[in-house]
T-cell receptor, first 116, second 111 residues
Framework: GAVVSQHPSWVICKSGTSVKIECRSL??????MFWYRQFPKQSLMLMAT?????????EQGVEKDKFLINHASLTLSTLTVTSAHPEDSSFYIC????????????FGPGTRLTVL | GQNIDQPTEMTATEGAIVQINCTYQ??????LFWYQQHAGEAPTFLSY????GLEEKGRFSSFLSRSKGYSYLLLKELQMKDSASYLC????????????FGQGTTLQVKP
């Protein structure tokens, strides 16, 4: 299957700082990428849909000013958690839609964020 | 509304066959996906159904009935490494192809 990478794989930061997570589709172009958050023993929660060259679409209850999304190219989307707090500690996972022949969504390996 | 139901937990024996069911009620339908997720890892793609019928891929098969809003994932010749969560997801209509996930089924394979 297609490959999606995420960086960093884990990060520990102090409360009040900002953290940027990158999501890259390595062998296909993705006009649409998605950002999810997952708490322990829970299912994936979609945070936002990232569209190349336009503004992201956020799910209800997700603060767009806190979770900044940029999709500057067909292979890269970034999520910045601004002014992070301990309750933002979670597993953040991106996915990219390969709308070519497979039209399948592939997930990155995830980023574990711990805010102290 | 959007609703996707899966059993929370299942247990099966190594070498056996297990079927994980998924029922859905969504405002639109544009395909159903199954993903496998091991603890602490991201989901990996298993299968995709958009038409009715059975899709077979090695030890894994997935079935879809759109009229019944029903799918199942069939795992044959179970191995210990198949212990994981299995996520059923429905793709909505529209340009983005957003996925709506069920809560996932945690499968434990015992020797």
């Amino acid at each position: 299957g297609a490959v999606v990478s995420q960086h960093p794989s884990w990060v520990i930061c102090k409360s009040g700082t900002s953290v940027k997570i990158e999501c890259r589709s390595l062998d296909f172009q993705a006009t649409t990428m998605f950002w999810y958050r997952q708490f322990p023993k829970q299912s994936l929660m979609l945070m936002a849909t990232s569209n190349e060259g336009s503004k992201a679409t956020y799910e209800q209850g997700v603060e767009k000013d806190k979770f900044l999304i940029n999709h500057a190219s067909l292979t890269l989307s970034t999520l910045t958690v601004t002014s992070a707090h301990p309750e933002d500690s979670s597993f953040y996972i991106c996915s990219a839609r390969d709308s070519g022949t497979t039209d399948t969504q592939y997930f990155g390996p995830g980023t574990r964020l711990t805010v102290l | 509304g959007q609703n996707i139901d899966q059993p929370t937990e299942m247990t099966a024996t190594e070498g056996a066959i297990v079927q994980i069911n998924c029922t859905y009620q969504t405002s639109g339908f544009n395909g159903l996906f199954w993903y496998q997720q091991h603890a602490g890892e991201a989901p990996t793609f298993l299968s995709y159904n958009v038409l009715d019928g059975l899709e077979e891929k090695g030890r894994f098969s997935s079935f879809l009935s759109r009229s019944k809003g029903y799918s199942y994932l069939l795992l044959k010749e179970l191995q210990m490494k198949d212990s994981a969560s299995y996520l059923c997801a429905v793709r909505s209509l529209g340009n983005t192809g957003k996925l709506i996930f069920g809560q996932g089924t945690t499968l434990q394979v015992k020797p």
